[in-house]
């Protein structure tokens, strides 16, 4: 019988939790008639459509603004955003808030989508990094690609879907219209 040694015992242990499959969870979504996900972590909330406020002067992926509890939340409309389409809205569309960190704040967004499927589990082996399709073309809001089954989904970087110079434009945009909702009051 031979014995394990402390140092053999540590490298039989890292072995073992290596070969450990780890998992994360993401919410699945439509857009486009295209299955995408985000990672559970990143959603703060899912909301009905209600009222959505256009802003004049915004590009047309900006859908508007919502009144959350006290907060002016920016809309993305991910259809117009990701493909160039707006969004129709349907029963089924709904709005996806996540936080972003922009490196000065965190700003609230609301993204909306077509449909919210539903949360699954994806093996960190079953991630591939995004396609390569040259200079020319950003795949930079790609996370990764989820294997499932014989398809993949892509897994959203959500803080990468819109530009740091974009997410400035949101969060002026949040801060002028809770200063005008002040003043109204």
Same mark, same amino acid.
């Given at each position: 019988?031979? &014995?394990?040694?402390?140092?053999?015992?540590?490298?039989?242990?890292?072995?073992?939790?290596?070969?450990?499959?780890?998992?994360?969870?993401? *919410?699945? +979504?439509?857009?486009?008639? =295209? &299955?995408?996900?985000?990672?559970? %972590?990143?959603?703060?909330?899912?909301?009905?459509?209600?009222?959505?406020?256009?802003?004049?002067?915004?590009? @047309?992926?900006?859908?508007? $603004?919502?009144? *959350?509890?006290?907060?002016?939340?920016?809309?993305?409309? #991910?259809?117009?955003?990701?493909?160039?389409?707006?969004?129709?809205?349907?029963?089924?569309?709904?709005?996806?808030?996540?936080?972003?960190?922009?490196?000065?704040?965190?700003?609230?967004?609301?993204?909306? $989508?077509? &449909?919210? =499927?539903?949360?699954? =589990?994806?093996?960190?082996? @079953?991630?591939?990094?995004?396609?390569?399709?040259?200079?020319?073309?950003?795949?930079? +809001?790609?996370?990764?690609?989820?294997?499932?089954? @014989?398809?993949?989904?892509? *897994?959203?970087?959500?803080?990468?879907? *819109?530009?740091?110079?974009? #997410? %400035? &434009?949101?969060? %002026?945009?949040?801060?002028? =219209? #809770?200063?005008?909702?002040?003043?109204?009051?």
């Amino acid at each position: 019988m031979t &014995q394990l040694s402390t140092n053999n015992l540590a490298l039989v242990k890292g072995n073992v939790e290596s070969n450990v499959e780890q998992y994360a969870q993401y *919410l699945t +979504f439509s857009v486009c008639k =295209e &299955q995408l996900a985000i990672n559970i %972590s990143e959603v703060k909330e899912i909301i009905e459509i209600n009222h959505i406020t256009h802003v004049p002067m915004t590009p @047309d992926y900006i859908r508007g $603004v919502i009144h *959350l509890r006290g907060n002016v939340v920016p809309v993305v409309d #991910l259809s117009a955003r990701l493909s160039n389409t707006i969004c129709t809205i349907t029963k089924l569309t709904c709005i996806i808030l996540v936080e972003i960190d922009t490196g000065s704040s965190i700003q609230q967004i609301g993204m909306i $989508v077509d &449909q919210v =499927e539903e949360i699954i =589990e994806i093996s960190n082996n @079953d991630t591939k990094p995004p396609p390569g399709f040259g200079g020319e073309i950003n795949v930079d +809001f790609i996370q990764a690609m989820g294997k499932i089954g @014989d398809n993949f989904i892509i *897994l959203l970087e959500v803080s990468k879907i *819109l530009s740091t110079k974009e #997410l %400035s &434009q949101l969060t %002026s945009l949040s801060n002028a =219209e #809770l200063t005008d909702d002040i003043n109204i009051i």
